[in-house]
């Protein structure tokens, strides 16, 4: 499995940038509001086809996004709940700037960018899910070739140099190939790991089934 950006900044980055952060006394939960915020600004811009703008302030709530998550690890702020409130506005966010297209496309009478807004939003929505699922039954998925970074990065710059469509379709494919690429490391990790009956039925020095 490949992946276009890496799974995180470099600490030579990050970490300054996070305490820089830190002394301003906003807590992560908040930057994390501030980032949906300008998501939404951003998808009332995009509406309106003033695209330069909303792409800008999109890739700068994005940035916001990216920084939560480093200020909780600086200030020992860490939570489950931060994890999931995180992940919703990240979904959230990324659903806004879609639905901005979508409404800017449709009242235009776009067919085939209206149609692209809503397949990047699927891929979106189901490359999380697939991860949320997979993590759920219990395995890792880290593994994904257009996860949110690059379709964030995309789309910003899609918007900037007013090449929308273009960078809908680039999303939209590679978006929704990344959930089947996660359904097949899925499958490949199922095959690999054992179950929990398998690890109990091996516990007890019972035979044990690999899976076909």
Known sequence: MFRLSPRALPESISGPLARLLARTGLTPNAITLIGFAGALAA???I??????????????????????????????????????????????SE???????????????????????????????????MRARAEAA??????????????VIVLGIGLIIDQARIALWIVAVL???????????VWMKWRAAPSIEQ??????????????
């Open 175 to 185: 978006g929704n190939f990344t959930v089947f690429e996660r359904l097949f490391a």
């Open 138 to 151: 219990g395995l890792e998925l880290r593994e994904g070739l257009f996860t949110r970074p690059e379709r």
């Open 199 to 212: 690890r109990q039925s091996r516990e007890r020095g019972e035979r044990v089934d690999t899976p076909s």
């Open 47 to 92: 509406a309106r086809g003033e695209f330069l703008a909303g792409g800008i302030v999109m890739l700068v709530a994005a940035a916001f996004d990216m920084m939560d998550g480093l200020l909780a690890r600086v200030t020992g702020r860490v939570t489950a709940f931060g994890g999931v409130l995180d992940s919703l506005f990240d979904r959230l």
């Open 43 to 45: 998808a009332v811009l």
């Open 95 to 129: 659903a806004a700037v879609l639905g901005g297209l979508l409404f800017h496309f449709a009242d235009r009478g776009d067919v085939e960018e209206s149609v692209l807004a809503f397949a990047a939003a699927a891929g979106s929505l189901l490359t999380s899910y």
